[in-house]
């Protein structure tokens, strides 16, 4: 338990693997992505914690790490989210029931040399995000999974793209959107969910856009579910109430 926000920074510190820190209330600095070790932070019901700044760290081994937020609001005052360099493959790193809102640029933009197995945000909140016309995701970074289920997104009419990749992988990619409400614009008609374009060569791509609704309010932009140009894929694109 961490009974106050001076005491946050030297029990994440200190986060033995798997180790979960439940916040009381207040409004904590977020620290540096973990190494070798998984943590989570989460807030009870009855509590609401305001996550500020940046997720850092730089040249280190990320290898079998995660990182798993709960019950908390994250990203007011960060000009990016997850923002942290080195190498090794990240085991996971996940949202669940958390409101993500008022980051200026990308919520992910992880450095090259990094793998990141699954990310994934489940039952979360999104909006005002990409405020300075920015993709949600332009990493050097792998993505190998990438999931969104019942979130709701509103208000991020700057944003271009969920996923824009900047590093080419050999390897392969799967998208999971589903059961989602996207009450949004984007920055242009070229763009709007997905973008892979060429950068994911493998031969067992997913792409599931599935049970969401997806509306562009009316004065602004709606634009292209996804673009794909390499790999092979298999996709399942389903049951989706789309207009605008």
């Known amino acids: 338990v961490v009974d106050s926000v001076q005491?946050?920074?030297?029990?994440?510190?200190?986060?033995?693997?798997?180790d979960t820190l439940l916040l009381y209330s207040g409004t904590y600095a977020n620290q540096n992505f973990p190494v070798a070790k998984s943590i989570t932070v989460m807030a009870p019901d009855t509590c609401e914690v305001f996550m500020t700044g940046e997720i850092r760290g730089s040249e280190n081994d990320y290898s079998g790490a995660s990182l798993h937020f709960e019950n908390v609001t994250i990203g007011d005052g960060a000009s990016y989210l997850f923002n942290f360099s080195g190498t090794g493959t990240v085991k996971?790193?996940?949202?669940?029931n958390c409101v993500l809102q008022n980051v200026n640029r990308c919520t992910i933009y992880i450095g090259k040399g990094i793998t990141v197995e699954n990310f994934a945000f489940d039952g979360?909140?999104?909006?005002?995000?990409?405020?300075?016309?920015?993709?949600f995701s332009w990493s050097e970074a792998v993505i190998n999974a990438?999931?969104?289920?019942?979130?709701?997104?509103?208000?991020?009419?700057?944003?271009?793209?969920?996923l824009l990749p900047r590093a080419t992988s050999e390897g392969s990619l799967?998208?999971?959107?589903?059961?989602?409400?996207?009450f949004t614009g984007c920055r242009d008609a070229n763009r709007y969910i997905l973008q892979a374009g060429g950068s994911y060569t493998g031969e067992e791509n997913t792409l599931i856009i599935k049970d969401n609704v997806i509306i562009?309010?009316?004065?602004?932009?709606?634009?292209?579910?996804?673009?794909?140009s390499a790999g092979w894929w298999e996709g399942e694109i389903t049951n989706n109430l789309i207009h605008g």
């Open 216 to 228: 562009a309010p009316e004065g602004t932009t709606g634009g292209q579910l996804f673009t794909i």
């Open 92 to 96: 996971a790193i996940s949202m669940k």
């Open 124 to 135: 979360c909140t999104l909006h005002t995000l990409n405020t300075g016309n920015w993709n």
């Open 7 to 18: 005491h946050y920074p030297t029990k994440y510190a200190a986060a033995m693997d798997g």
């Open 174 to 182: 799967k998208f999971t959107f589903t059961k989602n409400t996207w």
């Open 146 to 162: 990438l999931t969104f289920n019942e979130c709701t997104f509103y208000d991020n009419n700057g944003m271009e793209s969920i």
